[in-house]
């Protein structure tokens, strides 16, 4: 079993900067890809970006491209995702998601079996 753990959201103001972490522990060998989706009000959870543990090539939604950036430090088994010139757009609850059994980035959701709870980033004048 894997257990993940979100922290540093909050509330800021917008072109504001942020940084998420993703503390896994347990069975930590396990996981190949780790990722961070959102969810908004009335939407849809989806994925803003991963990194594999082993050579660390990352992937980026669109809308973050050029804004986030996800990095991983795999002595600590811990993902961050710093997140810089924030819009309200960008206001959710920010999920960490781990694979066990795909070895490359995806942004669907049924492919992730481990999830934190979220934490909530607001993005507020």
């Known amino acids: 079993q894997l257990q993940l753990v979100e922290s540093g959201g909050g509330l800021v103001q917008p072109g504001g900067s942020l940084r998420l972490s993703c503390a896994a522990s347990?069975?930590?060998?396990?996981?190949?890809?780790i990722a961070w989706f959102r969810q908004a009000p009335g939407k849809e959870r989806e994925g803003v970006s991963c990194i594999k543990k082993n050579d660390g090539s990352t992937y980026y939604d669109d809308s973050v491209k050029g804004r986030f950036t996800i990095s991983r430090d795999n002595a600590k088994n811990t993902v961050y995702l710093q997140m810089n010139s924030l819009k309200p757009e960008d206001t959710a609850v920010y999920y960490c998601?781990?694979?066990?059994?795909?070895?490359?980035?995806?942004?669907?959701?049924?492919?992730?079996?481990?999830w934190g709870r979220g934490t909530q980033v607001t993005v507020s004048s």
């Open positions: 347990g069975d930590t060998h396990d996981y190949y890809v």
């Open positions: 998601a781990a694979t066990t059994s795909y070895h490359y980035c995806t942004s669907i959701t049924d492919t992730y079996e481990y």
